[in-house]
């Protein structure tokens, strides 16, 4: 017999299982499909799990600030302790160094607005705040080929400090864990379950069918599916209608050791460094996580098939996050070998996420994550709740966007922000949003 629910969501990463529980605690009946082993264990499971609010647009700015307060207080937002235990959110701080391009103008308003705490810090501040860094600016950033790249510095930089920033100690936990609410709201989740067809009639989603021939039924499918989420948009037939681009963009992160300076014991800040084109934050154990920052000289590996991608990180991306971690940081010793791993972001074209209907009736999307949403995952699962019902309940969110009131602001997010049909956002082009 067919399974027949209110709601199928396809993905059980960290946006797709907050998705099932926001709709399960809407009273929805919720089966949510994912072909891997267990919530979480795609891209989310390799997530650099950063949380700050140091995006270009308001309603982006808002949404970080508050998801944040969600993650603030994880049972609370749960409704539950999950018995496998609960991520958490370690505070360290973000250190945002302000260069050519990205000079925090577009961000301080706003959180001067929404009362987000931050700092101004001046050359001689940041130097003696955090004397491991070396303050020179070197932008733009460049390859270690470029006879640039040892260049002395062109003059100083200074910076914002965003204390209320930090980590998810461990990002598929998180995942887990909304599962586990959702679970106790009544939705069930099916793994080892690939979705191969989006069905449809009269117009409408109607379920889905799997790769083993079994179908589901239901009036609102949910397309969660992370790096994948653009095969499935077009399987379902949806993507003629959307402005906004979305595909999989290889990712690269590393661990090396953290010099004294910049360990969690030593109070160190994660650092976002576009003037190099890196970012680094420290990591329970000792060790650096280190990541990039797309700077125009970096090539961009866009990925067709999601599951041909290798997870190994390549000596040459290794090097050059080494050597300009170890510009921007003189004590930082080089490791001997890569340690890391290759990951997948669903990048948009403007790298602000869509979350969305679509023009097939019943269909919602909640992708385009662009490597910048993991923070958001709590509310994501929020917003789509409120698409879906003003959508199934007659209201036309395209033409009148659905307006969300922030729990802990007061103000209102446009979620027309988030649109399949929005113009381009103006943003850094990158994955800071
Ligand atoms: C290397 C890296 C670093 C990142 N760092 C940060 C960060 O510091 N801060 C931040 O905010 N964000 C960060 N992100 C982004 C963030 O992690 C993602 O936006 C988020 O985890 C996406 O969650 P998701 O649930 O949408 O997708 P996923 O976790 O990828 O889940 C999608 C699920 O869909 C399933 N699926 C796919 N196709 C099908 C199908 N046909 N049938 C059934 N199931 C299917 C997959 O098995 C998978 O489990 C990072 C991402 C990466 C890759």
Known sequence: MEQSVDAIVIGAGVIGSSVALELARGGRQVVVVDKGLGAGAGSTSA?????????????????????????????????????????????????????????????????DEFDIPYEDLDAAALRQRFPVLDVGKYYPPKLIDDPAFADEAIGELTALYSPNCGFIDDPMLSAKNLAYAARQHGAEFRFRSEVVSINQADNAVSGVTLASGESLTAPV?????????????????????????????????????????????????????????????????????????????????????????????TVEVWETAM????????????????????????????????YDRSNLYGFFMACGTSGNQFKNAPIAGQYMRAIIDATMGGHDHDAEPVQFAGEHTGQMINLGAFSRRREKAITSGTVMG
């Open 47 to 111: 997530s650099s799990s950063i949380i700050r609010y140091s995006y270009s647009t308001r309603d982006a700015i808002l949404t970080a600030w508050e998801a944040a307060q969600m993650w603030f207080d994880w049972e609370r937002h749960l409704g539950t302790v999950d018995p496998d235990g609960m991520a958490r959110f370690v505070e360290c701080g973000n250190l945002i160094l302000r260069t050519t391009g990205y000079d925090g103008t577009a961000i301080t308003p706003w959180w």
């Open 221 to 313: 499918v949910v397309n969660v599916g992370g790096p994948h989420s653009s095969i499935i948009n077009t399987m379902a037939g949806v993507t003629d209608d959307m402005t906004i681009g979305h595909r999989a963009l290889r990712q690269e992160v590393f661990t090396a050791h953290a010099p004294v300076g910049l360990r969690l014991e030593d109070g160190a800040p994660f650092v976002s460094d576009l003037d190099v084109g890196q970012y680094f934050r420290p990591q329970i154990g000792g060790t650096l996580l280190i990541g990039g920052s797309e700077p125009e000289c970096d090539e961009l590996h866009w990925i067709d098939d999601p599951d041909t991608n290798s997870e190994y990180p």
């Open 323 to 354: 050597m300009r971690v170890a510009r921007r940081v003189p004590e930082f010793g080089v490791p001997s070998q890569p340690v890391g791993l290759a990951a997948l972001y669903d990048a948009s074209d403007d790298w602000v996420p869509i």
